[in-house]
């Protein structure tokens, strides 16, 4: 099921969109394996996304061929004590592996917001938010009209200092929130700036002492 929801969104964002199954590597060109996807994991989700002996974490890569990547226990992102996580493969891939990592968060009662609905919180670059607001926030508003999900992108006014990225907060049914998500990659890919941006090395080396709420 997972893999069949998976390729039908972006068969869709892919005639609509013009963005492709790949990613987009350092020149902006597109590649099979360069794109990456960041998204946030409160601690004891961690845990069920890794498994005992990282057993989770390995079949899940091991069945998309998606790289999954967490940072480490001390490392959160600014204003919360959430974890980063990062997806790197091809765009189907990626997509995949999200479904898969979703639905086990759900399952376990992590991944989900205040109502109980399935949430994703996104990572991006600040450099690469106008392309995800478009014209007048015409672009975000597409995609919820085209995804049924609430999307909702963070003020730049209340980044933290030394933080550059944004959190893009993708919340409603697993489907929804995948396709949601699937149409915000694709058109991250055709940003050529996105990959360099996202790739930069992370400055989220101290345990923040705001509290998940607090921020």
Known sequence: RAATTTAIGVADVDE????????????????????????????????????????????????????????????????TNDRVVMLSGDLMSILKVLHMILSKLVADGEGIDRMGQPQVVLVVPNGSCGCIIGKGGAKIRSFVEDSQADIKLSNQDRMLPGCNDRTLTVTGSIDHVLRGVALVAATLCEDPSYNTLVLRPSTYSVHSPISPHGG
Do not use: C, M, W
């Not at 590597?25 to 990456?36: K, P, V």
């Not at 091991?62 to 480490?72: E, H, V």
């Open 16 to 79: 609509r969109g013009g963005a492709y199954a790949h990613g987009a590597s350092h020149d902006g060109s597109i590649d099979d394996e360069g794109f990456t996807l960041k998204f946030l994991i409160s601690p004891s989700a961690a845990g069920s996304v890794i498994g005992k002996g990282g057993a989770t974490i390995n079949e899940f890569q091991a069945q998309t061929g998606a790289r999954i990547q967490l940072s480490r226990n001390r490392e959160v992102f600014p204003g």
